[in-house]
């Protein structure tokens, strides 16, 4: 890995500026790579997952890639334009603008639960910011990174794109290179090593993290309408999305309405039960937690509700989707991330109890909130703190280009997609243009000669910034 990243750097050292013809072929390379390899890919994912459905893979992971792809060819001319600015009035003439410069190599760590498009998505930005990319697919999704492995070695010189697959100790080395970025999907926990790990270097990390996303519904709420979102928000890839809402805030009369509308939206989405259009849990390890998780609520007198049973002889990691009534607020249930298809239910009585309880936990990487007032809405924006917001839907902020995917605090730091990945994987150098005649000259020794001109300069500077 040492060497690849070398001939990598050495690489950039020799050609640091790839136009814009470039870039724009490297992206369309690898939507053709992507697109000869879409079987293999979707197969790859089925058998990491022991049974995820194609429709999920290409709906969730190869139609939002070919997006971001198509979107950055589409601006990456406007991006990479050079922009003029307002030069700062005490040091007319000088001129001012700035500009987008490739950082170099960019470490790329993906994620398993969406094995395809959070390793390739934020290639994707990292390319069209003119870098080299040094990607690490997640091992526990060992045929996808494989797939992936092939896929990319087939399009790109390994100076220009290199795939590196094994265990963790792999991705542990990747993050102690002298990289010029580093991009991790992963847990909150192992983004605290990887930060460490990366700051020996002093190495910049965009970490995409996860956390307890809530779903507020307010009084008002129609929730015949509301539940098959949040339902759908819950269960695509059974839960394993860290955009999933993590747990619901529901006023205590409506809990009996919640549950029925939640029943009926599961019944509409899976009409012949958990078949093949359910995903199955991606490890047993991963399963075990999500069981204990449960079990841990039962045994503590919680409310369960099966929305849909698992069939009798089901072969695989079935996990069915579970509400969970007031889970006792010092359970597991509460405090990780569940990622799984099991939903806490909170009573709110009110909006300020709802978000008091979102305020009183970490900064989410998403917030939902299902309520058609635009005063309240407001409200919520302004007395909360996440990565990303959807009011009366879940999830598919994420798929907005033109705005940014990232968390904050404990949920992530730093963000991508479109416009933003194109500047986060760049430097935003700024040029100063002197001219031949400069007033810069009248501000130097011997300060004597200059007492009065600088007390003036002074005196405007004061009234300017006074009024």
């Not at 009183?360 to 058609?372: E, I, T």
Request: glycine letters at 8%; a positive charge; hydrophobic letters at 45%.
């Amino acid at each position: 890995m040492a060497e690849i990243f070398r001939r990598q750097h050495a690489g950039f050292a020799a050609d640091p500026r790839p136009d814009l013809k470039r870039r724009q072929h490297a992206l369309a390379q690898l939507a053709a790579a992507v697109r000869a390899h879409e079987a293999r890919l979707i197969a790859a994912v089925d058998a990491d997952f022991g049974g995820r459905p194609a429709a999920e893979t290409r709906l969730l992971e190869l139609l939002p890639l070919y997006d971001q792809i198509a979107h950055a060819r589409r601006h990456l001319r406007g991006w990479m334009r050079r922009r003029r600015v307002a030069g700062s009035r005490f040091l007319w003439p000088a001129r001012a603008f700035y500009e987008y410069q490739p950082l170099g190599v960019v470490g790329v760590i993906g994620a398993w639960n969406y094995p395809v498009l959070l390793t390739l998505g934020p290639m994707v930005d990292v390319l069209g910011a003119g870098n080299r990319v040094l990607l690490k697919p997640s091992e526990l999704a060992p045929h996808t990174a494989e797939a992936l492995a092939a896929l990319l070695a087939e399009a790109f010189p390994l100076e220009q794109v290199a795939v590196v697959t094994g265990d963790a100790e792999v991705a542990r080395a990747l993050t102690r290179l002298p990289l010029d970025h580093l991009v991790f999907t992963g847990s909150t926990r192992v983004g605290r090593e990887v930060m460490r790990a990366a700051a020996d270097n002093l190495t910049p990390v965009t970490l995409e993290l996860g956390g307890k996303s809530p779903a507020i519904l307010h009084d008002s709420a129609d929730l015949s309408r509301a539940l098959p979102r949040l339902m759908t928000g819950k269960l695509l890839n059974a839960g394993q999305t860290c955009v999933a809402p993590d747990y619901a805030l529901v006023p205590p009369g409506r809990m009996e309405d919640f549950e029925t509308q939640a029943r009926r939206a599961v019944a509409a989405m899976f009409p012949n039960g958990l078949n093949g259009d359910y995903a199955r849990i991606i490890s047993d390890r991963h399963l075990a937690r999500l069981q204990r998780l449960v079990a841990e609520a039962r045994e503590g007198g919680t409310r369960l509700v099966e929305l849909a049973p698992v069939p009798a002889g089901a072969n695989g990691r079935l996990m069915p989707p579970t509400l969970v009534f007031d889970p006792p607020e010092d359970s597991a249930l509460m405090h990780e991330e569940i990622f799984g298809p099991v939903l806490p239910v909170i009573p709110a009585p009110t909006l300020d109890d709802a978000l008091a309880f979102v305020n009183a936990r970490p900064r989410p990487l998403a917030l939902y909130y299902f309520d058609d007032d635009r005063t309240r809405q407001d409200r919520v924006l302004a007395s909360t703190m996440s990565g990303g917001v959807t009011f009366n839907d879940c999830m598919f902020h994420v798929g907005q280009l033109n705005l940014p995917f990232g968390g904050v605090g404990a949920s992530g730091t730093g963000e991508y997609h479109g416009f933003d990945g194109f500047a986060r994987f760049s430097k935003k150098r700024p040029v100063m243009v002197q001219p031949r005649l400069a007033t810069t000259g009248l501000v130097r020794p011997p300060w004597g000669a200059r007492r009065r001109l600088i007390g003036a300069m002074l005196a405007f500077a004061r009234r300017s910034a006074g009024r």
